[in-house]
């Protein structure tokens, strides 16, 4: 089947607001909403929205056994695992067990995460 599909539209629009989930634990701090899953592979495309002040360091930081990418979209988020500010346009590509977080921010910050739950780990070419 793949992953889902949708024409265009545009979840960061205010009458778009009930598509946003709060995650577990974090109400109040941080929303998601998935863009696109498959439910075979567990792939999915999603929007993670810290909101102003939004501090994940009550969960520590996380690793996944499936690679993972990042981009910052908007605002500014501090990743503790690498003691670095990520701002705009700030991408990485995670391997399987890579430990990143937590995460906190001041002015909040707007993340576009695709994940692939269902890939083996791959090793990294050799420089």
């Known amino acids: ?6 024409p265009y539209w545009n ?3 205010a009458d778009q607001a009930h598509h946003w989930r709060w995650l ?11 863009l696109s899953q498959d439910a075979a592979t567990g792939e999915i495309t999603r929007l993670t929205r810290f909101l102003p002040g939004a501090d994940t360091t009550t969960f520590g930081g996380k690793a996944h056994p499936f690679p993972e990418e990042i981009m910052i979209v908007s605002g500014r988020l501090f990743d503790a695992a690498f003691a670095l500010w990520l701002e705009p346009g700030h991408y990485a590509s995670r391997p399987p067990g890579e430990v990143h977080g937590p995460f906190r921010t001041d002015e909040g910050a707007l993340v576009l995460d695709i994940s692939f739950p269902g890939r083996s780990p791959t090793a ?4």
């Open 1 to 6: 089947m793949g992953k889902t599909t949708t």
């Open 11 to 13: 979840p960061l629009v």
């Open 24 to 34: 577990d634990g974090l109400e109040g701090q941080v929303q998601e909403l998935i």
């Open 124 to 127: 990294c070419p050799s420089a």
